[in-house]
T-cell receptor
Framework: DAGVIQSPRHEVTEMGQEVTLRCKPI?????LFWYRQTMMRGLELLIYFNNNVPIDDSGMPEDRFSAKMPNASFSTLKIQPSEPRDSAVYFC?????????????FGPGTRLTVL | QKEVEQNSGPLSVPEGAIASLNCTYSDRGSQSFFWYRQYSGKSPELIMS????GDKEDGRFTAQLNKASQYVSLLIRDSQPSDSATYLC??????????FGKGNQVVVIP
């Protein structure tokens, strides 16, 4: 299995620009999570989906952030307009919920730098 | 109170010694508990999961869970330089939502 795939791996942009991060979960997994990690705040859950439906977006910092999951194999996290404080590593993770299979598997992350 | 707390600062241990990490959580309804390891510049990877009170051993790693006291611990026996990383405690809450602690950095000194 290829694992969770994220693109791009690195993104440098200027303040005010739109940023789109992409994620392909592990095939067959029914949960998808978007996290943000910074030194100050650690790993924070932004939003998660179950069977392509957003379940909890209470971690999305503000309206500049949006996420979609149009099908079981693809999700996007969009920031528009981007700000320097959005600089962080963004991780996507997926899981298959079951009695002992609720482990989340993380992608390699996208390191975002907003200048 | 934070959902998951890991209060210890960086932990330096000599090679071959035991590293001990602790974690407390606030939600008594939590059912699943995990330890993730994260190398610098890499993504978190699962090293241990535990679901019931007591100890669970996997190689050099032992996870301990005490639901009454709401804490989870991780022991790393015979610490190796390759164990140098940040260890994240995570607790599953409702709807499969994972809450993470901020992590503990472990440095194994050869």
């Amino acid at each position: 299995d290829a694992g969770v795939i994220q693109s791009p791996r690195h993104e440098v942009t200027e303040m005010g620009q739109e940023v789109t991060l992409r994620c392909k979960p592990i095939s067959g997994h029914d949960y998808l999570f978007w996290y943000r990690q910074t030194m100050m705040r650690g790993l924070e859950l932004l939003i998660y989906f179950n069977n392509n439906v957003p379940i909890d977006d209470s971690g999305m910092p503000e309206d500049r952030f949006s996420a979609k999951m149009p099908n079981a194999s693809f999700s996007t996290l969009k920031i528009q307009p981007s700000e320097p404080r959005d600089s962080a590593v963004y991780f996507c993770a997926s899981s298959l919920v079951g009695q002992s299979t609720d482990t989340q598997y993380f992608g390699p992350g996208t390191r975002l730098t907003v200048l | 109170q934070k959902e998951v707390e890991q209060n210890s600062g960086p932990l330096s241990v000599p090679e071959g010694a035991i590293a001990s990490l602790n974690c407390t959580y606030s939600d008594r309804g939590s059912q699943s508990f995990f330890w993730y390891r994260q190398y610098s510049g890499k993504s978190p990877e699962l090293i241990m999961s535990i679901y019931s009170n007591g100890d669970k051993e996997d190689g050099r790693f032992t996870a301990q869970l005490n639901k009454a006291s709401q804490y989870v611990s991780l022991l790393i026996r015979d610490s190796q330089p390759s164990d140098s990383a940040t260890y994240l405690c995570a607790v599953t809450r409702r709807n499969n939502r994972l809450a993470f602690g901020k992590g503990n950095q472990v440095v194994v000194i050869p």
